[in-house]
């Protein structure tokens, strides 16, 4: 190779260079943040110090060297637990100075440490790769007194009638022993509430004794009354104490109690009696729930009816059945419609059936009697005829005349 062609070589690579070093600075430099403000105080005069879990309002003002395709504005905290927030995008144009304003939450939980050097990271970037960004150191400390529902785990549905069941876990973030620690629960809709008691959270964990832990694990059971009606309910979590509060929501759907308990019949519906006679119908209740229960029955109908329950009230375990006769009868002859409901602790009707009675007639007990009596009677009177028969051939026979022979005197 020639030396001119390798000057115009080496030229050509020093060119291109160049041109690659100004592409790389121009995607690097979007422009400049002139102003950064926490919760309106410009951050060179406040001494940058924030509480653990508070959420500060970011406006940072900016201008940009030349026009940007969809910018936006991130701000990022540091470190374990860090966050971030961010603007929408928007066209950012040269010559103007742009104000955007961000939300930003503070880490909540700093682990052992009390109080914990970061740093807050304040980043203008385009869609072409460009971007400018601060960085602005900041001290981070635990609140005095701090609760926080850390965790919370529920089943999604429970039945009516029987128990939700929640785990919680609450742990101290303050920076002072959390003295006496409760857990309300509460679905206001339905006006239950319950309490559970989590004794004292210390503010930071100790691995060798249990009664000195900054968080617990507590379980809490809330009883749904059967009544309840369908539908989705919100549960509402507190945790507090004389000088913390902290609260969540969750979600559960109540399904109705009829799933856990069940009324068939297991007698015909339809019975002919006679007038007096008594009929016996029968039904089978079901307790498909997990736990004992308790149930009434009821029996309705015509007042010329007479209704009479064997076991007007039942207890059956979990998982089986029982059945309950209903005794009908009546003095009147009709068509009798009845009907026998089944009535759960909590008073919530968990089925019911209907029974018909007709009645017409005498009642087979009668008949039966009648009929004896009517035999007893014929017998009688046959007897009767025959000894009034023979009493009167023996009255109408004549008796035998016999000769008599006298003296004759001549």
Known sequence: MSQKNLLVLLVALFAIAMTVQSVSAQTRNLGQITVVEVNGIPVEELDFGQFAGETIELRIGFNVESQAPDVKVIARISGSGGSESESERFEAFPNRTYSRIVDLKI??????????????????????????????????????????????????????????????????????????????????????????FFQDLYPNDN????????SKIGRTYLKIPS????????????AFNGDSFAQLERRVLVVGAGRDSAVFPSSSAEQDLGVGERGEYKITIVNRGDSISAFQVIAEG??????????????????????VSVYASSDRENDYTFNVKVISEDGAEIGSQSFKAIVEGESKDQSS??????????????????????????????????????ESYY
């Open 107 to 196: 880490p909540s939980d700093l682990g052992e440490d009390l109080q914990e050097p970061r740093t807050l990271y304040v980043r203008i970037e385009s869609e072409d790769g460009r971007y400018t960004e601060k960085a602005i150191p900041l001290e981070i400390q635990r609140r005095s007194y701090n609760i926080e529902i850390l965790n919370v785990e529920m089943q999604s549905e429970v039945k009516a009638g029987g128990t939700l069941e929640i785990e919680t876990v609450l742990k101290n973030i303050g920076y002072i022993k959390a003295d006496d620690v409760f857990l309300r629960v509460r679905i206001p809709e339905l006006g239950l509430e319950t309490k559970t």
């Open 207 to 214: 691995d060798y004794d249990e009664d000195r832990r900054d």
């Open 227 to 238: 009544n309840v009606a369908p539908g989705l309910y919100t549960v509402q979590l507190e």
């Open 302 to 323: 015509p007042s010329s009816l007479n209704l009479e329950v064997s076991e007007p009230f039942v207890v059956i375990p979990a998982g089986l059945s029982k059945t």
């Open 369 to 406: 009697g009648q009929n004896t009596t009517v035999l007893l009677t014929v017998i009688l009177a046959i007897v009767f005829i025959v000894l009034l028969v023979v009493l009167i051939v023996l009255l109408t026979r004549k008796p035998e005349t016999k000769e008599e022979f006298g």
